[in-house]
């Protein structure tokens, strides 16, 4: 027998981001950002027909984001600034991660880190490059690591420690033999602890 999933109630937030992914509803709210219209001249401004129009400010309307006057539409910005203050704010990255980092490298950093977590493995090479140089500060010269204690090291970082391992290898960063991981690459923390 099955149990019914217990699904969290939606937030405004929810609401607003699942509201903002149609195209149709995102020109419609660009659109009444700059002032209130009427349906045609939403239409006109944006290319869209004015059924389309119709349709997608009725659900901005029903979420209550917009509000009808006359034959005027208008954008809650007062419903919205208050939607912006209940937000968590991004955590900012933790001092910790920016030890023994350049100010330069600082500023990639303060883009893929929240706290001390990775929140996503750059794509591009020169600010991956950055991230792994960083994580190579988790591991000590000299020590050998088995893959366990590497994946355990890496997964407090971010939960894929499989592709950072990868290309902490691939990089030169850390060096495998045998199933033994070394520290190969990357600079020396040598400030005080």
Known sequence: MSRPVSVPPATDADRWLRLTLDT???AVLGQLATGPATAAEVAAA???TERSVLSALGTLAAAEFVQRHGTRY???ADRLRT?????QPAADVDASVLKGMTTDEGVVLARFFSGERLTQIPLARSKRRVVLERLSLDFEPGVSYPESA???ILSRRHPDYAALRRYLVDEGYLDR???VYRRSGGRVDTTPA
């Not at 939607?83 to 937000?87: G, N, V």
């Open 24 to 26: 149709d509803r995102l």
């Open 46 to 48: 944006t290319g869209l």
């Open 74 to 76: 208008r954008l809650e």
């Open 83 to 87: 939607l912006a203050s209940q937000l």
């Open 150 to 152: 590497v994946n355990e």
């Open 177 to 179: 033999r045998a199933g």
